[in-house]
């Protein structure tokens, strides 16, 4: 268990529909960070949150959203799903907004087959 | 878009051997780092250099950075069938506040026992 909790493991659904990933950082991690991982894209940087604040984004669909609550878990809200949405969805959590020596700790993913 | 390489793209040794994947990058760097991922499962990481630093150990592992070609080196020595999984470099940019890392799309190992 690296202390980063992502829920639910395992998501298939509908194409048009949305839908809401959760993740709790490590105990103590001000930094959250989204990931989409796929066998031909690799991994993605989708979106960085520090603190409740978004901080960086990268490659973020229109169609895809997230947020930072103030308890420091995070939400990726995807609509209007796509079949090339499915994916392999990470999120990983640092102590602060730059890697220190530990470098991020990730979750272990949420797997959504869009059909 | 991927700032780092490997190479190579999979690799297939006998347990007991030693296991070397490369990592070439575009843009200056902050440190460089190096994940293993069992397959389908989160990223684990296991190293970091710093930009300043030209060689690393931990373990069975040792990491060489040389800044001026842009490329990483990661050995892992007398590998074991556990050591099967994919590794991945990724780059903390250097410059601006934009820390995030960007992940190369990783060299798959396989020990055979």
């Known amino acids: 268990d690296s202390g980063v909790t992502q829920t639910p493991k395992h998501l298939i659904t509908a194409t048009g529909q949305r839908v809401t990933l959760r993740c709790s950082p490590r105990s103590g991690d001000l930094s959250v960070y989204w990931y989409q991982q796929s066998l031909d894209q690799g991994l993605q940087f989708l979106i960085q949150?520090?603190?409740?604040?978004?901080?960086a984004k990268g490659n973020i669909l229109e169609r895809f959203s997230a947020q930072q609550f103030p308890d420091l878990h995070s939400e990726l809200n995807l609509s209007s799903l796509e079949l090339g949405d499915s994916a392999l969805y990470f999120c990983?959590?640092?102590?602060?907004?730059?890697?220190?020596?530990?470098?991020?700790?990730f979750g272990s993913g949420t797997r959504l087959t869009v059909v | 878009s991927q700032q780092g390489e490997e190479d190579p793209q999979a690799l297939s040794i006998q347990e007991g051997e030693n296991a070397t994947m490369n990592c070439s990058y575009k843009?200056?760097?902050?440190?460089l780092q190096w994940y293993r991922q069992n397959s389908g499962r989160g990223l684990v990481h296991l190293i970091l250099i710093r930009s300043n630093e030209r060689e690393k150990h931990s373990g069975r592992l040792r990491v060489t950075l040389d800044t001026s070609k842009k490329s990483s080196s990661l050995l892992i020595t007398a590998s074991r069938a556990a050591d099967t999984a994919s590794y991945f470099c990724?780059?903390?940019?250097?410059?601006?506040?934009?820390?995030?890392?960007?992940f190369g799309k990783g060299t798959l190992l396989t020990v055979n026992p």
């Open positions: 990983a959590s640092s102590e602060t907004d730059r890697t220190t020596n530990y470098g991020y700790t």
């Open positions: 949150y520090y603190n409740g604040e978004e901080r």
């Open positions: 843009t200056s760097i902050n440190n």
């Open positions: 990724a780059t903390d940019g250097s410059g601006g506040s934009n820390y995030k890392l960007t």
